[in-house]
Nanobody, 125 residues
Framework: VQLQASGGGLVQPGGSLRLSCAYSGFSPHNSANAVIAWFRQAPGKGREGVSCLSLTDGKIFVRDSVEGRFTISSDDAKNTVYLQMNSLKTEDTGVYYC????????????????WGQGTQVTVSS
């Protein structure tokens, strides 16, 4: 199982970024890998779930604090899940990780089976 997160960077408040998570080595029909979730970890804080997408039925979950600003989507042909982040705020700063788990979406890191490396997102003027 491999997940490769990319797309992070430095952006001003109000700006946008699109993160990508390219995955391989598993089938979403395997219940242990039925979902892809994005997590983030701010300096000095724990890892928190941001958004989750089910690869089997397309159900989407978005954390309240990013609702209306972040959008999760997938391109099944490319085995890639995206996180479009708009209207970024300084509090969105952190390392963003994608992870796979299942069979249902969860914001609990312990319920994710595999993780990609993180990509740094810094929102600063």
């Amino acid at each position: 199982v491999q997940l490769q997160a990319s797309g992070g960077g430095l952006v001003q408040p109000g700006g946008s970024l699109r993160l990508s998570c390219a995955y391989s080595g598993f089938s979403p029909h395997n219940s242990a890998n039925a979902v892809i979730a994005w997590f983030r970890q701010a300096p000095g804080k724990g890892r928190e779930g941001v958004s989750c997408l089910s690869l089997t039925d397309g159900k989407i979950f978005v954390r309240d604090s990013v609702e209306g600003r972040f959008t999760i989507s997938s391109d099944d042909a490319k085995n890639t899940v995206y996180l479009q982040m708009n209207s970024l705020k300084t509090e969105d700063t952190g390392v963003y990780y994608c992870a796979t788990g299942g069979p249902w979406c969860s914001y609990w890191p312990d319920q994710m089976a595999s993780w990609g490396q993180g990509t740094q997102v810094t929102v600063s003027s």
